[in-house]
């Protein structure tokens, strides 16, 4: 019988470290695809978790933002964490709302969602957004994101 407890009990503990938690305390399991990888980017940057974001892309992202200008540009996760955090500073309400999110593939995900916050100078903006994740082996290794500029 103590076996069979000290068994039980081995097995929560490898159970409830193998899940992370949030800010809530509310257990989340690790996602399984990419819809879910999604929520969870969205999560963390909503609560302004600018590391976890970036870990979810691969060690070389690249990227489309109409703030690059037209082209693409190649970042690290490192780069990546610290615009988050310096986008932060300037707007730091800054939150996205997700409208949809479209699976177009098995690597890719669209996503349309309103960023909202306060600018600088005290106004208040609200950009709707259309974001192209594309994953590999869990991981982000393309963000092409569309706004009007």
Do not use: Q
């Not at 081995?10 to 800010?23: F, H, P, V």
């Not at 669209?110 to 208040?124: L, Y």
């Amino acid at each position: 019988m103590k076996k069979l407890i000290a068994t039980c009990f081995l097995s929560g503990l490898l159970i409830a470290c193998g899940n992370t938690t949030t800010k809530e305390d509310t257990p989340i399991e690790i996602p399984e695809n990419n819809v879910e990888l999604v929520k969870h980017y969205f999560y963390y940057f909503n609560n302004h978790e600018w590391d976890k974001m970036a870990d979810m892309y691969a060690d070389t992202i690249v990227f489309k933002d109409p703030s690059f200008g037209v082209g693409k540009v190649f970042e690290t996760k490192t780069e990546t964490s610290k615009k988050y955090s310096e986008l932060h500073k300037l707007f730091p309400d800054i939150r996205d709302e997700i409208i949809d999110i479209y699976p177009t593939t098995k690597d890719a995900v669209v996503v349309e969602f309103i960023s909202t916050g306060t600018a600088p100078n005290g106004n208040i903006f609200e950009l709707p957004i259309c974001t192209i994740f594309t994953f590999k082996n869990g991981k982000i290794i393309a963000d092409y994101t569309y706004y009007d500029n």
